[in-house]
Each structure stands twice: as C-alpha cells, then as structure tokens.
C-alpha cells in the first residue's frame, strides 16, 4: 500500500468517525481519518461536552440559589459567563487533548483538511495545512460527516440576535431573556441552563408538547416542572416570524384562534433539530442511496455501494453521540470479519439533562400499544415522591414502566434530577429482554435513587414495597 491508500478511509472524526477508527486500528487495519475542523467533532466541541458543562454550572447555581433549604446560608450574587466558559472550555480542551493523544498512539494518519467523495472508494481532501488537493483511497470507505443545526425558511441566523446552539455555547454574558425556538432536547436544555442563570426563558413548539419522541408522561412532568421554574412553555404554538428590533427581537408565532401573538425578547434561540452535513460532498454523485441528504444504510450500517458505510448523524435515526460510536465500532468489526451484533435502536438510552431529567430506552406506553394492542401491554409508575435519596435531593418525578404483558419490559421511562445515571441499568434490563420476575429480587443499595427502579419492577411483579395504593 502507499502512503495515501488504507484499509480504512473514514470522512469526519466526529463520534462516530474517530469510534470508527480508534476499533479500526485496534484489530490491525491501517486508517486514514479526514477532518476539516477538530477531532472529536460536533458532541466533544459544540455538543454534548460543553453544553452538559453548562448545565452543571446551571445546577450549581440552582443549588446555591436554594441553599437555605438545606440550612447551609449562602447567596447567588450573579452568574460570571467570563468564568462559566473558562470551566466548559478547560473540560473541552483537556479531553481534546486526551482524544488526539489517543489517536495518535494507535498510528491512526489525521488527514487535516475538507474532504469530499471523489470515486466509489475515494477521498479527495483539499488541506488546510498545505495549498493542493490529495486524493486517498481506502479499500473501504467510511462516511461520517455528521450535521448541522437547522433553520426555517425565512429565518435568518445572524448569530448576534438569532442563535444557533453554537453562537449560544459562545454568548459572552446571560440573556436577560431569551425565546427558544423548538421544544425538542436541545431546546429544553438551554431553556433549563438560561432559566437556572436567571433569564426569563420562553420555548415555542409547534407539537403539542415538549420532548415530542418521549413518553407523553415524561413530556407533561417536564412541562409541568418548567412552568413551577417559571420558564413559560408554549406548545401548539406555531412559528410566524421573526423581526431584529433595536433591543433584541420580536418574535410572531400563531396564537389562539388563530390570531397572531408577539414574544419580545433580547435574544432567540433556534433550535428546530439537525440536518446531515452531505451537501456537495459527492455522495449523491458517486451513486450513494440518499433520502432528503441523509445516507441510507442497513442495521450494519452498509450503503447501497459495496465497501462503503455510513455512520452518526447523516444516517436517518436517533442522532446521538452514542449512537455514532455504537456504529463506528459495529462497522471496524465488520470490516474486520467479526460478524458484530446489529444495534437495536429502540435500545440505545436517550437522556435530556435538564433540571428535572428525562431518560429513557424503549418503547414509550403508546409505542408498545401500537406494537402488541391495548390488552398485551401493561404500565407501573413509581412516584419518587417514595424513594429516599430522591427526596434527600429534593427531585420530584417518576419511574414509569411499560411492558408485553407476561413478557419483558419493554420501555423505561424517567424523570427526576439525576435519573439519567440510572439509564445504565434500564438498558441492560430493556436491551437483555429482562421481565419484571427477573429485576424484582436484584437488591439495589440503599439509599439510592436506583432503589426506585428496583421497587418499580417490583411493583410490575404483583409485589410493591413501599409503593401507597
Ligand atoms: P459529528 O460529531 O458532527 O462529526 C462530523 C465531523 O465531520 C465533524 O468533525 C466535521 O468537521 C467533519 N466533517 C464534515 N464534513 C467534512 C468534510 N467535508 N471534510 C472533512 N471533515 C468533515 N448527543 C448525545 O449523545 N448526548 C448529548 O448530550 C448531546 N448533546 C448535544 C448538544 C448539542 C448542542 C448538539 C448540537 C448535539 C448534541 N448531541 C448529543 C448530538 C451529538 O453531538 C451528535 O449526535 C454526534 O456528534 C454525531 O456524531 P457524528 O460523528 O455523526 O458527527
């Protein structure tokens, strides 16, 4: 082989592109990894990192303005955005520094530069370290681009007023108040951040309620504990327009009867989900299987053309970090021959970490109804008004169980501050078919918020502990 052919060729080093290589290497396959900005991509430098190092802050700042609570005096004297994003930026930097040390020891080749599809197994990457262009082959070839965040028609990102979740990670100073745009994760989540640093927050969304693809139980608890923290939620709220005004921004959306309303506010966040980064890169051309610019791809990840695979984001699914390393490892080891497992979707745990949490892996109630009929399916709900540490913590909120009736647990759902360090075992128990029988005599220690989900299969197998009739 010479310098410029592989055995992997992978375009973006994002989740899904480096997981992708860092296996690839691991089982003795040479790899060349393409990248134009930052190894690590989106969820390391402008996604699930930074955003959840705000969110710790946010909840430091919950905690502080709240401490008389728990009788320890203290007094929020204001939230220093200068010192917010030195400690997001060091958390970044630091595994940054982590994850090219680690890519470089197992002899991976980063090719810095922009990359497009120039062959059925072929990168042509014009550098961003030398004047030229350098076509590479790999004897196959990974797709990996990811995405970007989304606008509407009309809407017009100015990233000074109207922000995407990327200027809004950069914002030097709170917004006194701000108007998100989309109810979906990352809508709820700066709503949760702005709101706990004290801005006045308001989220439109067109659905009916937030988190849309959650069980409309977690949707309605969420909705409910943002009204108590006073972020004013408006679904079935339509987006009009919106105009740049001499102190901020007036944004018009459909109000009842159909009238028109106005939302004034400094700032709006735009957050109406993420579309792949495929345009112009070549996929189309070269005779990849495309629908609306995502990549097709089978549950091993293969696209239409022999040899080539696509990962993450740019393939239509659940766009998560996670997901994308799944994926990046699942398709090394079937290059590499080891015939890996193919990656339940229903199975990979989704978490929305604002103030409260929302986690889940499953089917939600309705999902499951549609799969096996109303009289097949059977739901427990645990309040965590019964569950120790939760009440030590002061969260409110529930483990909601769905499952085939006589059969496995099929969905777990829940809410609550924290719950999404519980989505580990929830996944175990969905993903390894486990029936309530099953969970009920595992002991969980005590006191944990865990403890809650072994009382609620407890509760599904006909024997509640501390559950009140
Ligand atoms: P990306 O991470 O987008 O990586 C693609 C890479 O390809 C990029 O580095 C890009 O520079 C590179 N690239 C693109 N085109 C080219 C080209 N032509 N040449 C060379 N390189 C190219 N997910 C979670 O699981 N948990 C979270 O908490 C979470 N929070 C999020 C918060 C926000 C605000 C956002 C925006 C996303 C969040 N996500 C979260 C989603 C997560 O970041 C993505 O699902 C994940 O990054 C997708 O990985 P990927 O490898 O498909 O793409």
């Known amino acids: 082989m010479t310098d410029g052919e592989f055995d992997v060729l992978i375009l973006g080093a994002g989740s899904g592109g480096y997981a992708c290589a860092l296996r690839a290497a691991q089982l003795g396959l040479s790899v060349g990894l393409v990248e134009k900005g930052k190894l690590g991509g989106t969820c390391l430098h402008v996604g699930c990192i930074p955003t959840k190092a705000l969110l710790h802050a946010a909840e430091v700042a919950d905690q502080t303005r709240e401490s008389e609570k ?18 997001k930026d060091k958390v970044v930097a630091r595994l940054f520094k982590g994850l090219t040390g680690l890519i470089k020891g197992r002899g991976i080749t980063v090719i810095e530069g922009e990359g497009r599809m120039t062959g059925p197994h072929q990168v042509t990457v014009r550098s961003s370290v030398e004047p030229g262009e350098t076509t590479y082959t790999g004897q196959t070839l990974v ?63 067109a659905l009916p309620r937030l988190l849309p693809v959650e069980d409309e139980a ?13 972020i004013q939620v408006r679904t079935s709220t339509p987006f009009q327009s919106v105009k740049v005004t001499d102190d901020g921004v007036a944004v018009f959306v459909e109000g ?32 990849v299987a495309m629908d609306r610019g995502f990549v097709l791809a089978d549950e091993r990840c293969r ?15 659940l766009q998560l970090a996670h997901r994308g390393f799944q994926q990046g490892i699942l398709v090394a080891e079937e290059i590499a021959g080891l015939d890996p497992t193919p990656i339940d979707e229903a199975g990979i745990p989704r978490i929305t970490y604002s103030h409260p949490e929302v986690a889940s892996v499953g089917l939600d109630e309705a999902a499951a109804r549609t799969a096996y009929g109303d009289e097949a399916v059977e739901t427990v709900t645990y ?10 913590l002061m969260t409110q909120g529930f483990v909601k169980l769905v499952r085939q009736k006589d059969g496995p647990v099929v969905g777990v759902h829940m809410v609550g501050d924290r719950v999404g360090e519980l989505i580990g075992e929830a996944q175990l128990i969905y993903n390894w078919e486990a029936y309530a029988e099953d969970v009920a005599p595992l002991v969980h220690a005590h006191p944990t918020q865990n403890e809650a989900l072994g009382e609620a299969h407890m509760a599904l197998a006909g024997k509640p502990l501390h559950a009140h009739s």
């Open 143 to 205: 797709l990996a681009s990811g995405s970007y965040s989304r606008s509407l028609p009309g809407l017009d990102v100015d990233g000074e007023r109207i922000l995407t979740s990327e200027h809004a990670l950069r914002l030097d100073r709170v917004p006194r108040s701000v108007v998100v745009l989309g109810g979906g994760v990352i809508g709820c989540e700066f709503a949760s951040v702005w709101a706990s640093f004290g801005a006045e927050v308001t989220i439109i969304e």
């Open 256 to 287: 009842a009867d159909d009238g028109q309303s106005v939302i004034e506010a400094e700032m709006l966040l735009v957050a109406v989900g993420r579309g792949p980064t495929t345009d112009g890169l070549g996929y189309a051309e070269q005779g």
């Open 218 to 230: 977690s949707s309605k608890a969420l909705e409910r504990a943002f009204r108590k923290r006073k």
């Open 70 to 87: 728990f009788g320890v005096a203290a007094t929020l004297e204001g939230i220093e955005m200068t010192g917010v994003n030195e400690y």
């Open 303 to 317: 696209t239409n053309l022999e040899g080539v695979y696509a990962v993450g984001d740019i393939v239509p699914g």
């Open 383 to 392: 309040d965590l008004g019964a569950n120790g540490k939760s009440q030590i």
